[in-house]
């Protein structure tokens, strides 16, 4: 079965994409490296794959995980950040 989701963008991930936030129709049961690589792929996020992480209503996600995502959750791209 299929869910839809809000993404949110951050940083570079949000210039990549060209916007802050999406929604996305996908599976709603996946592995974190399925769902990875569909945002990767359907946002344009190749310059940054190597450095993000992802948050799955506003809690990060463990790259080992299975999710069950239902529609109305909010996933998020978060690029490291710096400054101070």
Do not use: C, H, W
């Not at 929604?23 to 709603?28: G, M, R």
């Not at 790259?63 to 400054?83: H, R, Y």
């Amino acid at each position: 079965m299929n869910v839809t989701v809000r993404v949110y963008f951050f940083a570079k991930a949000k210039e990549l994409a060209n916007r802050k936030e999406s929604f996305l129709t996908i599976s709603n049961s996946l592995s974190y490296k399925d769902l990875f690589e569909a945002l990767i792929n359907q946002f344009n996020l190749v310059a940054i794959k190597d450095n993000i992480v992802l948050a799955l209503n506003e809690q990060l996600i463990d790259e080992n995980s299975v999710l069950e995502l239902k529609t109305g959750d909010i996933l998020a791209i978060i690029p490291p950040l710096s400054g101070g």
